[in-house]
C-alpha cells in the first residue's frame, strides 16, 4: 500500500519483559495484538492483565523444572544458585530451588549478584561460592551481573565450578577478559529453542554498505570486521589512535569468521522470524476467510483490516516449520515450552564454538522431557567426565542416613543398621527389622533364617551328657545287683536294705530322668521333666535323711535302758521318707495343674537364633521345688556331720557327710551357672547337675560298701561294723 500512514495491525517487541509489560497493558485496552521473541516473565501470560499479548519465546514457567530435570539427569543433588537481583530473577530462582528439593536435591546456597553491588557485597559472594563443596552453580541471572562475580573467583583461581545457566544469560564472549571467559567452559546453557531459518545464512553474506545505505550500524559493523574506517568518519581513528586502511565496501564478508556473526546463538532472531510468520499466517488465513464469504470481492481489501481481527486469528494459528516444528499458542498465549541445552566449548586456541547437546520438551511424557547426548559435551578442563555435585556420599546397604544437625538433607552422615536390621537400598533413613524367624546377614543387607537351637542326641554335647546318663544308671544297676546278690551280709543289712535298694533306685531314675531334657522340647517332656527330676531327687535324698536317722537311731539305742530302742525298726525311715516326699508331690502336682511348662520359640536372647527351649511357667515354684530340696539336703548333711563320732569300722555317717556336701555344692554352684546361660547351655548345666550331684550320692554312698563286698569279704562282719565295743554291749 503506497500510503503515508498504512494501517496497523500489530506489533512485534518488546525484547525485555519490562518494556513488553508496559506496551501490553496499552496495547491490551485497543485489542492491539503484540508478539514478543524474547519476554519470558510468567506475569504476561495472564490473559486478565494482558489480553492482546502473545510470544514465541517460552515463558519463564517452567524453565526452572527443566534446570532441575538437567541437574537430575546429571545426579547433581548439591547444588549453589546466584540469581540477579530483579524481581523476575528472584521469583524464577525460587522456584529453582523448590523443584531441585522436590527432586530429593539440595540448595548449598542461594545469592544475588548486581553490577552495582560494592565489591564487599561481591566478595562475601565469592566467599560463599569459594567455601561451598558445591561442584555446579546454577546461575539465574544476567550477563552484566555475572562479570564482576567472575573477576573475583578468576584472582582466587576457582576453576573446578561448572555453571548451568537459564536463557536470561546473553552469550556475549567480548563481555569478558579472556581469563574470566575460560571459567565458563564446559558449561551447560538453556535458550530458546531454535531451527533452521531458511536463507538466513545467504542474507547475511549480502549485508553491506550500498544494500543499507540509511543503516549507521552496518558502517560500524563493517569496520569492526575488516579493520578498517569510513573516510567520512574518524571517530574511530580518534579513539584508537591507529592508522587504519580506509574501507571500500567492496571486502568480502565470507572471508569473515563466523563466530563475529554470532551464529551460535540465533534464539532471539529465530523467534522473531516465527513471530513474523505467526503474523503472515493470521493475515492469511484472515483474507482467505473473507475470500470465501465474499464471492464479489467487495469487502476484501486489506484497508479494512481491524486489530481485533488479526488478534482473533491469532489465536488459531498453527503451523509447522521448515524444520517440521509445530507453533501455536495456547490460551495464555504462549507457544509450547521448549529449550534447547547449549554446552560452551572453549579451545586451547580462544575459539569458542556454542554446541547442542540436548533439548527440553514439556509436550513430552513425564520424566522424558529432557534429552542429552552427552558424548557431544565438552566438560571444564578440569573434569574428563561428569563430575559429581554431592553433599554426602551415598550410604551403602547395611546402612542408614543420619541427618547432620543444621544442614541441609544431601548432607548425612552413615550409620549401620542396629541389631535385627538391615537395609537392602542405598541411601535409605531407616533400616527393616527382619521378622522374628530371621536375623541380618553380617553385611546387614537381607535377612536369613535363623538356626533352630535346641540340645539334641546330634550334638557333640547332648551326646556325651547322655552316654554319662545311661553309664551311670548302668553303673548303679550293677550296684544294686551286687546289693541284691549280697543282701545277707551285715554291710548290706545294716542301715535299712530296703532304703538302699530304694536310694539305688530313684538314683536310677534320677540319671535316666536327664534324658528328658535332651532333644527337640514338646509339650510332654516341658511338663513332666522339671517336676520328675524334682521328685526323684527329693525320694533320693529323704532316703539319706533316713538312712542318717537310721544309724543314729542304730548306735544311740545300743544300750537297753535307752528310750530309743522303741524307735528302732522300719517304721521312723519310712515314715521320713514319705512324709518328706508328699511335701515335695504337693509343690509338684499344683505346678502341673495351675502353671505347667511349655516349649517356646525364644528369638530375642541370641542373634541368628531361635532357642527351643521350655518355659516353666511360674519360675517361683521352680525355684520352690529346688529350694525344698536343698533344705532336705542341708538337714541329711547336719544330721550326718553330727553322727561323725561314730564307730570308726565303718562309719556311714561320714560318707554321708561327704556325699551331702558335694550335693549341696554342687546345686549351690547351679543356681548362678544356671541363670548365666542360655539355650542349650542352660539344659546342659541341669543335667550336669543332675549327673554329678546323683553320681556324687552314688560313689561316696555305695561304692566303699561295694569295695568290702567284693574286695574285702573278711571285713563284711558285725564285729567290723560297728566295732567290738558295741557288739560287745550288744550282745
Not at 504476561?44 to 515463558?59: G, I, M, N
Not at 522456584?95 to 522436590?102: A, D, L, T, Y
Not at 560452551?344 to 547437546?357: A, F, H
Not at 519360675?619 to 539336703?633: E, K, N, P, R, V
Amino acid at each position: 500500500m503506497c500510503e503515508a500512514h498504512p494501517a496497523l495491525t500489530g506489533i512485534l517487541g518488546e525484547i525485555y519483559s519490562s518494556m513488553s509489560e508496559v506496551m501490553a497493558r496499552i496495547l491490551g485496552v485497543y485489542r492491539m495484538p503484540q508478539i514478543s521473541f524474547s519476554a519470558q516473565h510468567p506475569m504476561l501470560s495472564d490473559k486478565f492483565q494482558f489480553p492482546s499479548f502473545l510470544r514465541t519465546y517460552p515463558a519463564d514457567t517452567l524453565q526452572p523444572r527443566a534446570i532441575a530435570q538437567l541437574l537430575l539427569h546429571f545426579n547433581w543433588t548439591w547444588v549453589g544458585i546466584l540469581s540477579s537481583n530483579s524481581d523476575s530473577r528472584s521469583l524464577s530462582s525460587q522456584k529453582i530451588r523448590q523443584e531441585v528439593i522436590g527432586n530429593g536435591g539440595c540448595v548449598a546456597f542461594l545469592e544475588k549478584i548486581d553490577d552495582r553491588y560494592t565489591r564487599e557485597r561481591l566478595t562475601r559472594v565469592a566467599d560463599v561460592i569459594h567455601q561451598s563443596s558445591a561442584s555446579v552453580i546454577v546461575c539465574n541471572c544476567y550477563d552484566m551481573h555475572l562479570k564482576p562475580i567472575l573477576e573475583i573467583l578468576q584472582l582466587r583461581n576457582v576453576t573446578t565450578i561448572v555453571w548451568v545457566f537459564s536463557s536470561a544469560l546473553t552469550i556475549n564472549p567480548h563481555l569478558f577478559t579472556r581469563e574470566t571467559w575460560r571459567l565458563l567452559n564446559g558449561s551447560l546453557v538453556f535458550t530458546g529453542y531454535t531451527g533452521g531459518i531458511p536463507h538466513f545464512t545467504d542474507f547475511l553474506y549480502q549485508l553491506g554498505p550500498s544494500s543499507f545505505p540509511w543503516d549507521s550500524l552496518t558502517k560500524r559493523f563493517w569496520e569492526k570486521a575488516f579493520g578498517c574506517q569510513w573516510e567520512e568518519e574518524n571517530s574511530t581513528q580518534i579513539a584508537t589512535g591507529k592508522e587504519l586502511v580506509p574501507c571500500t565496501g567492496e571486502e568480502d564478508l565470507k572471508a569473515v569468521v563466523p563466530v563475529l556473526f554470532q551464529l551460535n546463538d540465533l534464539s532471539i532472531s529465530y523467534h522473531a522470524y516465527l513471530a513474523v510468520y505467526a503474523y503472515a499466517y493470521a493475515l492469511h488465513n484472515m483474507l482467505f476467510d473473507r475470500a470465501k464469504e465474499d464471492v464479489f470481492g467487495i469487502h476484501s481489501s486489506i484497508q479494512t483490516i481491524e486489530p481485533w481481527q488479526v488478534l482473533h486469528h491469532l489465536w488459531d494459528v498453527h503451523f509447522k516449520t521448515e524444520a517440521g516444528e509445530d507453533i501455536y499458542f495456547d490460551k495464555n498465549g504462549d507457544v509450547p515450552t521448549v529449550f534447547d541445552a547449549m554446552n560452551i566449548q572453549i579451545y586451547p586456541d580462544d575459539t569458542t564454538r556454542l554446541v547442542k547437546v540436548g533439548r527440553y520438551d514439556s509436550r513430552e511424557s513425564p520424566g522424558e522431557e529432557i534429552i542429552l547426548n552427552i558424548i557431544d559435551i565438552l566438560w571444564n578442563q578440569n573434569y574428563i567426565k561428569p563430575p559429581r555435585s554431592i553433599c554426602s556420599e551415598s550410604c551403602p546397604v547395611g546402612y542408614r542416613r543420619s541427618a547432620r544437625m543444621g544442614q541441609p538433607s544431601c548432607c548425612f552422615d552413615c550409620l549401620p543398621c542396629s541389631a535385627g536390621e538391615i537395609a537392602n537400598e542405598t541411601d535409605i533413613t531407616e533400616c527393616w527389622r527382619c521378622p522374628e524367624d530371621q536375623w541380618p546377614s553380617e553385611s546387614r543387607n537381607k535377612c536369613l533364617p535363623k538356626v533352630i537351637e535346641f540340645l539334641s542326641y546330634q550334638d557333640p554335647l547332648g551326646a556325651a551328657l547322655a552316654a554319662a546318663a545311661i553309664i551311670l544308671s548302668l553303673v548303679t544297676v550293677l550296684i544294686l545287683f551286687v546289693f541284691c546278690q549280697f543282701q545277707d551280709t551285715p554291710i548290706v543289712r545294716a542301715n535299712n536294705r530296703g532304703l538302699s535298694y530304694l536310694l539305688l533306685c530313684t538314683l536310677m531314675l534320677c540319671f535316666l530322668c536327664s534324658l528328658a531334657f535332651i532333644g527337640l522340647p514338646i509339650n510332654l517332656t516341658c511338663m513332666v521333666r522339671q517336676p520328675a527330676f524334682g521328685l526323684i531327687f527329693t525320694v533320693s535324698v529323704s532316703c539319706i535323711l533316713a538312712k542318717t536317722v537310721t544309724v543314729v537311731i542304730a548306735f544311740k539305742a545300743v544300750n537297753p535302758r535307752n528310750q530309743l530302742r522303741k524307735w528302732v525298726g522300719p517304721k521312723i525311715p519310712n515314715l521320713i521318707v514319705i512324709c518328706s516326699s508328699l511335701v515335695q508331690l504337693a509343690i509338684c502336682t499344683y505346678w502341673i495343674s495351675s502353671h505347667p511348662s511349655f516349649p517356646e520359640y525364644n528369638s530375642r536372647s541370641e542373634s541368628g537364633k531361635i532357642i527351643v527351649e521350655c518355659n516353666d511357667g511360674l519360675t517361683i515354684l521352680f525355684y520352690c521345688m529346688l529350694g525344698y530340696m536343698g533344705f532336705l539336703a542341708i538337714i541329711s548333711f547336719i544330721v550326718a556331720f553330727l553322727a561323725r563320732t561314730l564307730p570308726d569300722s565303718f562309719n556311714e555317717a561320714k560318707f554321708i557327710t561327704f556325699s551331702m556336701l558335694v550335693f549341696v555344692s554342687v546345686w549351690l554352684s547351679f543356681i548362678p551357672a544356671y541363670l548365666s546361660t542360655q539355650g542349650k547351655y542352660m539344659v546342659a548345666v541341669e543335667i550336669f547337675a543332675i549327673l554329678s550331684s546323683g553320681a556324687g550320692l552314688l560313689f561316696l554312698i555305695f561304692l566303699p560298701k561295694c569295695y568290702i563286698i567284693l574286695l574285702w569279704p573278711e571285713m563284711n562282719t558285725k564285729e567290723h561294723l560297728v566295732g567290738k565295743k558295741y557288739h560287745t554291749e550288744i550282745v
